[in-house]
């Protein structure tokens, strides 16, 4: 359920966006035109997770190209954007106090390419300590943590960064300044001698600002930055880095402008502390299959070719994949929309997955640590005794392996009027129908009133709320269960709305949503992208029905004098309150002209499970 904190701050940042892009457009873009090392040429090999934006003006000026930089440049939205950005500005600034500079100025700095990383600790991951007190040996350990290394290309605003780092010095009376010369470099060094994690360095050279929080670091990565050598290698020569980031480009070969790796098992180790405890957590790993899982990671791609944006998640996983990674079981089967589906939608998606499979592992794994037949003696048997069926055979034997999700808005519109659809698909529906669900319903009934209602030709057993909860907020929308079996279907919604327009459209009544235009265009996009591949999952969405949400609550009264409250220490909040009460905003249809339709697709694949997400460009 969405807050109405959420939902002010999902808007505020949607709107910082467009404000970002939008001001971009009167910058140059690029930075520096001489060659220099990027971040994964200076980063070490063993690096434990990294972002990047390759270059933070040219990603920008590509915001200004998309549908939200062109919703930003609209006559008619450009009054409440500008406001809101003024606002901001005004009402953060603290922060120049603080840091010397005003929110406008510190995002600006950002000129080229920015990048942080996770490093392992330079002195190790562990540190022990033994203490001596009454004849007695105490051993403690001291966890070191992994280290952070930024790379900043700052350009012509390096001065910025330097009126930051002044402020640092001023303020950082506790810490031991040293400056080193290396070669053309000077590298700058904060360390509190009481407390050694207490430290920091950095050097500049040619508007760019290499940074990290262990100063043991510092001169290896100046070294590398000038060129030399270094026996610690580079991200650049990690295999599962590399890997990841092919699988992340744009459909034709694109760069992205955003990127990010993490290697999770190598975080985990460096985390955990090395004790008797830790030690068998560790060991464990294997056993349970988790070192399979290599790196994750991904990007985005903003105004490619064809699409408004593109982006990438892949999970890399060893092959043959064991324990836990095992029940990973997605399956290739169809996706195409249920004939009972309505176009009215906001958002679709629907996924296949081998059950039987995922069960079998889950089986496998309670048994190798509980012993034998353990789930079915303490979970299973449980289930029946207190369900009065055979858990096992009745419900998941049952299920075929398709589960569909539908998101949709209920009217009038409240802070959480998103309404979700969950439909299953069974093996035999009259079955459950006839003879599991009035048993399950049996249970429900003991603590909540079960009615049973029609929605046109279907029936619904519809969950009733306590009449406390009812009248508790009238802004708040309380949810409606709605339980109903549509053709092989097991369908569960959370509103008598949902209901209603499933009942209409599997009547006929309104058009299915695999027959609409919006929908054939995701769906014929996907299908070039997998080049007669199958996959195991889709996804479809619009986004204006989510938008028009949050204009709908913006243009409310109620909601603006909860804002208000929301506001009083919360810059962000004050801010959109001033351009909303400063600026009328213009006509829905005007922001929606913008805004078009948007899909993605799961895939399983020899080195692990991809996902890849787009969302189209209104021309």
Sequence with gaps: ?????????????????????????????????????????????????????DDMRQLKADLGRSSMGKLGNDEQLKP???????????????????????????????????????LPNKRGDISAKREKSDDSEKATVEVRSPAIALLLDAGQEISSVQVMLNRIHDSATEMVHEEKPF??????????????????????????????????????????????????GILADNRKFTSMMARCVGTAGERPQVSFYVDPLEIVRQFLPRNAGTSMVLAMLPALGVDGIEAVGGSAIIAPPDFDSISHFHLSLASPRRGI???LRPKSGSTTPEAWVPDSVA??????????????????????????????????????????????????????????????????VKINSGSNVYAVRLKNPEYVKNNVLPKLLKQVQQRLEVTTEGFGKLTAQVFLPSRNQTESNPA???????????????????SRYMMRQLADCSAGGSPPLKESLEYQLISDRIA?????????????ARPEESLQMFYELARDPKNRERLKGMSENNPF????LSALESHELPPFSVIAKYLAPSGGYLVEEDTGLHYMSFSLRRE
């Design 1 to 53: 359920m969405l807050s109405m904190k959420t939902v002010v701050l999902s808007l505020s940042c949607m709107l910082l966006t467009i404000s970002l892009s939008e001001s971009s457009l009167a910058q140059p873009t690029g930075a520096s035109a001489t060659p220099r090392l990027t971040a994964p040429q200076l980063f070490p090999e063993k690096t434990l997770a990294y972002v990047r934006i």
């Design 476 to 494: 708040i929308r309380q949810p409606e269960i709605c339980v109903a079996f549509i053709d092989d279907y097991l369908v569960v919604a959370d």
């Design 347 to 412: 958002g679709y998606s629907t996924i296949n997955w081998d059950l039987a499979s995922t069960l079998q592992g889950v089986e496998r794994l309670f048994n190798q640590f509980r012993g034998d037949d353990a789930l079915n003696e303490t979970v299973f048997a449980r289930l029946d005794k207190r369900l009065d069926l055979n858990f096992r055979k009745d419900i998941l034997d049952n299920l075929e392996g398709r589960i569909t999700v539908l998101q949709g808005f209920v009217r009038p």
């Design 528 to 540: 070039a992208q997998l080049q007669d591949k199958e996959c195991s999952a889709i996804s479809f």
């Design 80 to 118: 409440i954007l500008s406001e809101f950005y003024g606002s901001l500005v005004r009402n953060t600034a603290q922060l120049q106090e603080t840091i010397g500079l005003n929110l406008d100025e510190l995002l600006s700095i950002p000129s080229g390419e920015l990048s942080i990383a996770l």
């Design 183 to 232: 070669e053309r470099l000077t590298l700058h060094r904060y360390q509190n001698p009481e407390r050694r994690q207490q430290q920091f360095a950095y050097f500049i050279d040619d508007g760019v600002i290499i940074a990290t929080s262990d100063a043991d670091y510092l001169e290896n990565l100046a070294a590398r930055w000038l060129g030399q050598s270094s026996p610690e």
């Design 325 to 327: 990674l095992s029940l």
């Design 573 to 576: 909040f004050k801010a959109l």
